[in-house]
């Protein structure tokens, strides 16, 4: 079982920065692939990032968000930069326990969810 805590979502204005962060509860935290997804209203699920012995990005966020772990502390991180009105959505950490996926960007083949954290961008 692992618990996911996601924190540092909050209002920001399109151009500046965000440092997301996810808390995982659990010993094994390195023996998971660990990835972002958001949701904005009204949309379905989507992939943002996927960390694991490759790391996948959303072509929408190539180039300006970096996801990170340090299994030491249990935490992944996303770094996003030069954000825009349309990254506005609740962004959700998750938790693989298959190291390798062809099929990354699929919310089920996740198998833990935090709770969320809200980023909004304003223009």
């Known amino acids: 079982q692992v618990q996911l805590v996601e924190s540092g979502g909050g209002l920001v204005q399109a151009g500046d920065s965000l440092r997301l962060s996810c808390a995982a509860s659990?010993?094994?935290?390195?023996?998971?692939?660990m990835g972002w997804f958001r949701q904005a209203p009204g949309k379905e699920r989507e992939f943002v990032a996927r960390?694991?012995?490759?790391?996948y990005y959303a072509d929408s966020v190539k180039g300006r968000f970096t996801i990170s772990r340090e299994n030491a502390k249990n935490t992944v991180f996303l770094q996003m930069n030069s954000l825009k009105p349309e990254d506005t959505a609740v962004y959700y950490c998750?938790?693989?326990?298959?190291?390798?996926?062809?099929?990354?960007?699929?919310?089920?083949?996740?198998?833990?969810w935090g709770q969320g954290t809200q980023v909004t961008v304003s223009s």
């Open positions: 659990g010993r094994t935290f390195s023996a998971y692939a």
């Open positions: 998750a938790a693989d326990a298959f190291l390798y996926s062809g099929r990354y960007y699929a919310p089920s083949e996740y198998d833990y």
């Open positions: 960390i694991a012995r490759n790391i």
